[in-house]
């Protein structure tokens, strides 16, 4: 039972070719049939397994993926969305529950939150770091990310924080910055099938064009600094970047891309994604803050970015 190479005689005996409404996802490493069952005994009250199978994707990125196929017996998604966190926890594995999914062979939209999905930091804070006042920008950044104040308030007074602040403190970060692990092994699997793929920031402009670049991707969607004889004015340029914004470039690019709705995607880890998220067929909290996690489609609390392709049908 804790041998993960049991687990291919589990999900062998237990494959069929049957009909189903909706599936669950395991995502770990080194899974094993005592990991499999205890998450199949749990929610069996929830969820009527019919058939389990690897993901085509099974270990291709070092990881087990098993699909339980099977039928939703109560309505109350909350509850078993909650239940499939809490699971997620004990056995520190991801568990996404769906009943649509979008299809990686056909073609779609990505577009991914920057800062703190992207890359491991909040470009802004870091700034504020250089200039002095980043435990007052941090802690208006956090409130910000759990909902609590509006966004574009939030923007513009940590914003004018940074007023004076040389561009050469933002070169020192973009230059620095930590890359997300999977990111590139998600956007490669992507582009092989033809995905666009974007970023939709609150963040700056400074560092989304260079990911733009760097990572290959195809748009960049942020905020401006304004900035003068080499200074941060304290000031943003142009529309904020704030929840509409990032719903609205989620629909616009696919628009302008012709992809179907249900071929959409987005990512991000704060309350000010999860309006993007409705907008799309799939949206994915990662490593997010609770609420986020609680109100997404699925969730990646454990793996890599590349974690996402588990969660799309071949």
């Not at 997620?88 to 056909?106: A, C, H, M, R, Y």
């Amino acid at each position: 039972m804790h041998c993960s190479a049991a687990l291919a005689g589990l999900i062998a005996m237990q494959q069929r070719d049957v009909s189903f409404h909706a599936s669950m996802t395991i995502i770990g490493q080194a899974l094993t049939p005592y990991i499999v069952g205890n998450i199949l005994t749990d929610t069996q009250s929830q969820f009527d397994t019919v058939s389990l199978a690897f993901h085509h994707l099974h270990q291709q990125f070092g990881d087990d993926v098993v699909v339980i196929k099977g039928n939703l017996l109560d309505d109350d998604l909350a509850s078993l969305r909650a239940l499939l966190g809490a699971l997620s926890e004990t056995f520190n594995v991801d568990i996404g529950l769906q009943q649509t999914q979008p299809s990686l062979s056909k073609g779609g939209l990505l577009v991914m939150d920057m800062d703190s999905t992207v890359i491991g930091i909040e470009c802004i804070d870091e700034i504020a770091k250089l200039a002095d006042v980043g435990e007052e920008v941090a802690k208006v950044t956090e409130k910000a990310m759990r909902g609590e104040i509006a966004f574009n308030e939030s923007l513009h007074h940590r914003v004018a924080c940074l007023k004076g602040v040389p561009v050469e403190h933002l070169r020192q970060i973009r230059d620095s910055v930590p890359i997300m692990p999977g990111i590139q092994a998600l956007i490669n699997e992507l582009k092989k099938h033809n995905w666009k793929l974007a970023i939709a920031s609150g963040g700056f402009t400074y560092f989304a064009d260079h990911l733009k670049r760097r990572l290959g991707l195809d748009y960049a969607r942020s905020n401006t600094l304004v900035i003068e004889n080499g200074l941060l004015t304290g000031k943003v340029n142009g529309e904020i970047v704030n929840a509409d914004v990032k719903a609205k470039t989620v629909k616009e690019l696919a628009t302008t891309w012709n992809i179907p709705d249900t071929q959409t995607v987005a990512m991000g880890d704060g309350a000010n994604d999860l309006v993007m998220m409705a907008e799309s067929a799939m949206g994915v909290a990662c490593h997010g803050k609770p609420v986020v996690n609680e109100k997404a489609d699925v969730a990646i609390r454990v793996g890599s970015l590349h974690s996402l392709l588990y969660f799309l049908q071949e």
